[in-house]
């Protein structure tokens, strides 16, 4: 199961390069067209006030890539990274791309993960590529 990450400051980055799968990084400038199943990993950056929470514009190529040709049709799940220490927004990205598109939140990690969060992501991916099948659950 290849992977398509965004990061913006390297932490998704570093995380997605300790892993053993192929992965292509998604780039403001760039029309990404996916083929094949895949899984999204994204950071979360968003505003938070009490009447609303929102992805902050830094995260529009994530939403752009899903949307063009249809990319998110080949998404088989979503994974978030962030940070626990921003509470209510952490992995509000992924929350918010999981419930626009109705795909599956499968997992999230902090920062760079940990080698159990590697060894997780891979055990994902391996279970999805043999046939696994998941539910989607509003995460919002």
Known sequence: MKLAY?????????????TDLPNV???PDDDLEMDEPFLLITPSYAEE?????????VMDPVFDF???NDNYKHCRGIIGTGNRNFAGIYIFTAKEVSAKYQIP?????????TPADVAAVEKLAAQLDQGAKVTFKNPL
């Open 6 to 18: 965004f990061s913006v400051t390297g932490q998704t980055r570093r995380f997605v390069s300790k």
């Open 25 to 27: 990084e998604i780039t």
């Open 49 to 57: 006030s009490p009447t609303v929470s929102k992805s902050i514009d």
């Open 66 to 68: 899903m949307a063009y």
């Open 105 to 113: 939140l499968l997992y999230d990690f902090e920062f760079n993960g």
